[in-house]
């Protein structure tokens, strides 16, 4: 089973970690390189544009970008870098080294920059959306830019873990893949996390769902589980399996 998240746009400012393992450079090191050159190209006005920012998220973006390549910038895993509410709950700091090594072929984080990263990969603090035009992309999106390039190892990555994919992305993250490729080659499971509104409705809730997918995520990769009926049995954030397809429905 391969566990996909979503990146987050927070970065650690302190990282503590009990275990660890040597750190790796992302297989598309040079993309990234690429996409963030190109993006100091814009105005500051089209960067805010592009980026989906505000006056007030703009300044640290363009920091990120401007000091992207520079010696001294600091990097760190990507699985301990980004400090976002499904990586809080996922809770890298506490993995032992048995659970790293478990992690590197079971889990992997999409990334606007980086493409796809192993939970090794060192990356260093940016901001990019998939629709952003670049002046690289010539009118097209940063979507286009990967789609070709991450659906076939995203796919041989799924196989090599046992052929399951544990969807726990947000949605936009399949506009990074030819997404029914994927659905054709291999079994995809995408849980849905429920909360019960006063009129008795049910419907997802944004950080809830971000809370259960980092502690789902945190439980697989602990404890190995493999086969899809072993995640019926599992109550992230308190969220109990339903029964049906794959709901689950925060436990009153």
């Not at 659970?99 to 980086?114: G, N, P």
């Not at 060192?122 to 789609?147: C, N, Q, T």
Request: glycine share 6%; hydrophobic share 40%.
């Amino acid at each position: 089973m391969l566990i996909l998240i979503s990146p987050a746009k927070t970065f650690a400012k302190q990282v503590k970690c009990a275990h660890r393992l040597p750190a790796t450079t992302p297989r598309f090191a040079e993309e990234a390189r690429q996409l963030v050159a190109s993006s100091l190209e814009l105005s500051p006005q089209a960067l805010k544009k592009e980026l989906l920012l505000t006056a007030k998220t703009l300044p640290e973006a363009q920091r990120n970008l401007a000091t992207f390549f520079d010696e001294g910038t600091p990097e760190e895993q990507a699985l301990l870098n980004y400090s976002g509410m499904v990586y809080k709950k996922l809770a890298a700091g506490s993995l032992t080294e048995e659970d790293w090594r478990y992690a590197v072929d079971h889990l992997r984080m999409t990334s606007f920059v980086y493409g796809l990263l192993r939970p090794t990969d060192s990356i260093r603090p940016y901001r990019m959306e998939g629709a952003a035009r670049l002046p690289m992309l010539e009118g097209e999106r940063v979507f286009d830019f990967w789609r070709d390039r991450l659906t076939k190892p995203f796919i041989e990555a799924i196989r090599a873990a046992g052929g399951t994919l544990l969807y726990l992305a947000s949605d936009e993250m399949r506009g990074l893949f030819h997404w029914e490729e994927v659905e054709r080659s291999v079994e995809v499971i995408t849980p849905t996390f429920l909360t019960r509104q006063r009129d008795g409705s049910l419907r997802q809730t944004v950080i809830y769902t971000k809370m259960a997918r980092g502690e789902m995520a945190g439980a697989v990769l602990r404890q190995r589980i493999s086969r899809p009926e072993e995640l019926q049995r599992l109550t992230p954030a308190g969220f109990l399996y339903t029964g049906e397809g794959w709901d689950y429905i925060l436990g009153d």
